[in-house]
């Protein structure tokens, strides 16, 4: 028998085995000692069997069963409906789905080639692997011995090539891989694998995964996010929505083991913070940090809600609990999009909530600031940069600013490409450095900071040392940049020092064709004033014109170029409410 609470004819909750468990405090993460259990336990008592989300995800199931599945429709999604119902046609098809995967992996491996689930270094095998374990638990008592044994190979070898790359093999042919991540706990990769991983090792009650997981992966994850001071992800708000995967394993690791690793340090309530500041006030957007592969403009998604969810879910803090309900009820995703995430939305987002009593969060660990002028969907939004630069889907963005009043003001031009991907300092609103006419390049593995200094109404003082992302190099001998934002105004102060044969060009990207008069310039609501130099000439570049076919395509945008400064810049940036306020040219 499965040891498992569910909702079936009411809820039921298992009694079995977690008396037994016992817990120890080791190097500040608690490990589960006692006798195992063979289960991937999941608590699904929260779900609401009457209500429309319930309603759309047994209708997005059973247009499965009925042979027309939706796109990324998941063997978790069947037996996710089987647990709930107990009608064994959910059961069938997820069996059938994993028969497919299995199926399929064996012939390729038959023809010596390596199966999907080792594809793209072996992003997908947490997914794939999970859908197997779940179904293989789940639905063991309709799986005969033998189909259970083939499904058993492939995944042990599947689990077992993830972290062992060099020996990594298909067949008895070798098929080593890079082992990219298997060492990272900051990379999207690892939640994959730590996925497959934990679903295996609870299907099948394996001590060599429960230990390697115990006494080496889930201590590494823990330690990593309790570096991570203020949450969110050094990857981005692209990339950084892979912890919507990290905060369903500790939920699913809670209910399998009693051990709740959300509560081992603070990074799962800061993030629901993090996450809540880095929405735009019209609460459709989100900070343009980091690479933006899936869409190159980040509005909020499904995976967006669903990171909120899980967070909400595991979330002890009935202050961060009421915040994430409030986002939740607000954000322009209020149903999910596509049928393959309807599944996440049956967790419960709460009632009520209020936004943060704050409006400026700064998280040292990402080296994010995020501050607006009020919780309103007209106030004034900023988001400036200054911190690791240690990810290789992070930007070389150190110091750059994005502003927001209604609609984009300054903002990255990755967001209007095709790629969603360009990195170099060139697209960022930063001083962009210039040795012998190459740009100066900012280096990943280095670590920028900022001071900063809040004040009423989300107004903020910040000092920031930029000088540490160009690792040295002799073009860029130091750089420090002030930023004030008051009064819907942001004040930007660079202060450099150049080696020989170097410039530095002040650069603001903006959405449309801006207006350049003197050392003013006007780009839609965006306001823009030079004070110093005295001598600054302005310029604006149209990035349509600098797509190159096969490479780069650039929808839209401009950039406008401010330069003459040998070793300083001043300038103002306003928003629509104060139009020549600040006696503009």
Request: aromatic share 12%; hydrophobic share 40%; with cysteine.
């Amino acid at each position: 028998m499965i040891a498992i609470r569910h909702v079936f004819g009411g809820f039921i909750m298992s009694v079995v085995s977690r008396i037994a468990l016992t817990t120890l405090a080791l190097a500040g993460l608690l490990y589960v000692s006692g006798p195992a259990r063979a289960a991937i336990t999941i608590d699904l008592s929260y779900v609401n069997q009457t209500s429309a989300e319930y309603q759309r995800f047994k209708n997005w199931v059973d247009q499965a069963v009925a042979g027309n599945p939706g796109y990324a429709f998941s063997a978790t999604d069947a037996v996710t409906m089987y647990r709930l119902s107990g009608q064994q046609a959910y059961a069938n098809l997820a069996i059938a789905m994993v028969e497919a995967q299995v199926a399929g992996a064996e012939a390729a491996i038959a023809l010596g080639q390596r199966p999907e689930v080792a594809g793209d270094s072996y992003l997908d095998a947490g997914p794939m692997i999970g859908d197997l374990a779940l179904t293989l638990d789940w639905c063991s008592a309709l799986i005969p011995q033998a189909q259970r044994n083939r499904w058993s190979a492939y995944a042990e070898q599947a689990v077992w090539n993830i972290w062992h790359p060099s020996q990594a093999q298909w067949g008895g042919i070798a098929f080593p891989w890079s082992g990219w991540s298997i060492t990272d706990p900051a990379n999207n990769y690892y939640y994959s694998f730590l996925q497959a991983t934990m679903y295996w090792a609870l299907a099948t009650n394996n001590s060599t995964w429960m230990q390697l997981l115990q006494n080496d992966k889930l201590p590494a994850l823990t330690a990593y996010f309790a570096t991570i001071d203020g949450g969110g992800s050094e990857e981005g708000t692209a990339y950084g929505l892979s912890h919507r995967s990290v905060f369903s394993l500790y939920r699913v690791w809670r209910d399998s083991t009693g051990v709740d690793l959300s509560t081992v340090n603070g990074h799962l309530d800061a993030s629901i913070a993090w996450w809540i500041h880095a929405t735009v006030p019209t609460l459709d957007r989100v900070a343009p940090i980091g690479d933006q592969a899936r869409v190159s403009e980040p509005v909020i998604y499904d995976y967006h809600r669903d990171l909120m969810l899980e967070a909400r879910a595991m979330s002890t803090n009935a202050g961060a609990r009421d915040d994430a309900a409030w986002w939740l009820h607000s954000i322009s995703d209020q149903t999910m999009e596509s049928g393959f995430n309807y599944r996440h939305n049956l967790l419960p987002n709460g009632t009520g909530g209020t936004p943060p009593a704050s409006l400026t969060y700064y998280a040292s660990g990402t080296g994010q600031l995020f501050t607006r002028t009020g919780w309103d969907t007209g106030a004034m939004w900023l988001q400036f940069s200054a911190g690791p630069y240690v990810q290789s889907h992070a930007h070389q963005n150190q110091g750059s600013f994005t502003l927001f009043e209604g609609d984009w003001l300054a903002a990255t031009e990755n967001m209007w490409t095709h790629s969603g991907i360009q990195q170099v300092t060139n697209v960022h609103n930063l001083v962009r450095f210039i040795h012998n006419g190459i740009t100066v390049p900012q280096h990943e593995g280095t670590m920028s900071s900022m001071q900063v200094v809040p004040g009423a109404g989300g107004d903020v003082h910040v000092v920031a040392n930029l000088t540490p992302a160009y690792a040295g190099d002799a073009a860029v001998q130091s750089w420090q940049r002030t930023l004030d934002f008051a009064h819907r105004t942001l004040s930007v102060h660079d202060q450099f020092s150049l080696g020989a044969n170097s410039s530095a060009v002040f650069q603001i990207n903006v959405p449309v064709q801006p207006v350049i008069v003197g050392r003013s310039a006007t780009a839609g609501n965006l306001h823009v004033r030079v004070i110093s130099p005295a001598n600054a000439t302005l310029s604006a570049l149209n990035w349509t014109t600098q797509s190159v076919p096969g490479d780069e395509t650039y929808y839209s945008g401009w950039r406008i170029d401010v330069s003459g400064g040998s070793t300083e810049y001043l300038v103002e940036l306003s928003g629509r409410d104060l139009i020549f306020a600040s006696g503009f040219d």
